[in-house]
């Protein structure tokens, strides 16, 4: 595949793909702790299933996507250095930018719990800065 992949619909599709199969993924996986704790384990099982065969999904639609950008921080990824500057960049944006902002927003409508989580996360993206810049560096 040409540079022009990456300004297609394909790509695009691509990677909305990507983004909806990963918060699938997750969603699955949260919904599978709720009804083992219920006790359902026939429908524990199925969303098990689900889950395992979403992360292929993800997986399938980043092996064509990495060739290219990351979707999520358009950043070129492909080996171990390269995938540790496109997340690093994600972390940065999430600590320095997103989290930051969000935990504002929340204060400002009166949801301090709310906020208290984005700080949570912020706090969190920051030590995920911190270890990835270093992880940069080991080759």
Not at 38 to 56: A, M, T
Request: aromatic fraction near 12%; avoid cysteine.
């Amino acid at each position: 595949m040409d540079k022009s992949f990456e300004s297609s619909q394909t790509f695009e599709n691509l990677r909305k793909a990507f983004e909806e199969e990963a918060t699938l993924f997750f969603r699955y996986k949260y919904f599978q702790v709720i009804a083992d704790y219920e006790g359902l384990d026939k429908i524990r099982k199925i969303l098990k299933d689900f889950s395992d065969g979403s992360i292929d999904n993800v997986h399938g639609s980043l092996d064509f996507l990495r060739n290219f950008k990351d979707p999520a921080s358009n950043v070129p990824i492909g080996n171990t250095q390269q995938n540790i500057k496109s997340i690093l960049q994600t972390e940065i944006e999430q600590s320095s930018m997103n989290f930051p902002q969000m935990a504002k927003v929340a204060r400002d409508e009166g949801f301090s719990d709310v906020a208290s989580w984005f700080d949570t996360l912020e706090k969190l993206k920051r030590s995920h800065v911190a270890t990835l810049n270093e992880l940069k560096e080991d080759k």
